[in-house]
């Protein structure tokens, strides 16, 4: 995350309202097959934000950052609290401007910034929301990414045509799991695959 104090700039192709046209994919979770072939991506889950014929933006909700915490974050960007209430993990969320965080959350907290993802769940990026969930006032439920997945227009479909994602519907319970080793095998079963049978053909590819 940046050390702007007021706010972190979203991604361009993730402002305004997230797209809802019929065929589109924001608001789902993307599920990385074996056939994938981008080790950056291997097993992840993303959620989408936004995507539209313009391109796509989605943030990968089960790869732990390894480098800092929440509380180390916060001193980073010299956000005094008392004591921290509500520690929320920080995620790769994808290759994309790592230096910028996003927070994935429940619509129980809002900002004029926050762009609804759909009626649940919303994304917000200023470092305000940061203060408020470390002070116990966030949202219920949330997680923080740094970085983002980027694709241009046509990009994402073509990907997924060649059988590099499956998609399916995101539920709160899977999207704010802290358990991040088992996500991408909860989502896989989600659509009704055994995880096992695609360990299984990506050995015999």
Known sequence: MESDKDSVDMPDDAAGKAADDDGYLTG???IAMP????????RTVIYMCAH??????????????S?????????????ET???????????????????????????????????????????????????IAEGEGPAHSLLT???AGWSA?????????NGWLNVTADAGLLFDEDLSEKW?????????DPSFLSVEAGHA
Do not use: C, W
């Open 28 to 30: 789902q979770l993307l």
């Open 35 to 42: 056939t994938m072939g981008d080790p950056r991506f291997e």
């Open 52 to 65: 539209s014929a313009d391109g796509a933006m989605g943030l990968v909700v089960n790869r732990k950052a």
């Open 67 to 79: 480098e800092i915490d929440f509380p180390g974050l916060l001193k980073q960007l010299e956000i």
């Open 82 to 132: 008392g004591s921290i209430k509500n520690p929320i993990p920080i995620l790769v969320g994808g290759p994309v401007e790592t230096g910028r965080g996003f927070v994935l959350h429940s619509l129980d907290y809002r900002q004029d910034s926050t762009l609804e993802v759909t009626s649940e769940v919303g994304l917000t990026a200023t470092v305000d929301i940061l203060r408020s």
């Open 146 to 148: 740094l970085g983002y």
């Open 154 to 162: 046509g990009q994402l479909d073509n990907e997924i045509q060649a």
């Open 185 to 193: 095998d909860r989502a896989v079963r989600k659509v009704g695959i």
